[in-house]
């Protein structure tokens, strides 16, 4: 319960962020709970509207206590696939039923009913988001164990192994949205041959497909690549000061802080 309510209650603010880090790192490493359960209830944690900066706060954590990176990221795998990633291929003779495919590819069952697919994709985008924050994210004195090289690495087996559907262009969208600022600042052009291969195949194949439901998630991944979009720090992306107004003036490259609607990643 104390772990769930420290996760609960991060905040995009510096001081907020150092406070809750500490915190999470002294009910992981010191309770009287086994760590291994500490780590899991720290993995299985449901984050409010700043995804940045838990991004941030998980970097502090499991630099010192990297089982936790481990832990986070296997759970974050197991609930949504596209994190691997890894796609599954639907055929009769693998599911008896579209229903057992659907459970096999992360849809949720509730009183023995399957989720919507918009529910599923809104959760898909959430774990996206989150998996794309925390490879982009860099803390002056810590290292994260599952940064920038894994975002890259994410990116390019996406590109070789995964066909354009619905489910994989809101993955692409999500990560690109949170991940692309860093990722073009470190890779530059190598990045940019991506972003031409989206374009050129990816959404050409979206498109081919004929689906009114992909239209408006084609458009926003063309309107990122085309508008440059990736040159432009996200929206709140720098931690604000404890002492700033709501209008407030970043002050420094690595601070982030991201704003969406409280999700569960599990």
Known sequence: MEIARRIRTITGSKENVRVKADELIKLISGSTCPQS?????????????????????????????PLAMEILIAKLNKVCIYTVPKYIIYSEAAFQTKEAYYKAIGYAEEDGKIESTDSYVDRLSACMKLYGALVQTEVDGCQNLHGIREGWAWIARFLNVFPANLYTAAALQAFLEMAGFVLHKRYKTQFRKLLDIIARDFLTALKDRGDAKLVKVIVSIRSYIESNQFLNEPDGWRLRSSLESHNFAPDSDHDQQYHYQQNRFY
């Open 37 to 65: 359960i500490s780590i899991a209830m720290f993995a299985e944690g449901s984050f409010n509207s700043a995804v940045y900066a838990y991004g941030r706060v998980i970097v502090h954590v499991t630099s010192k206590v």
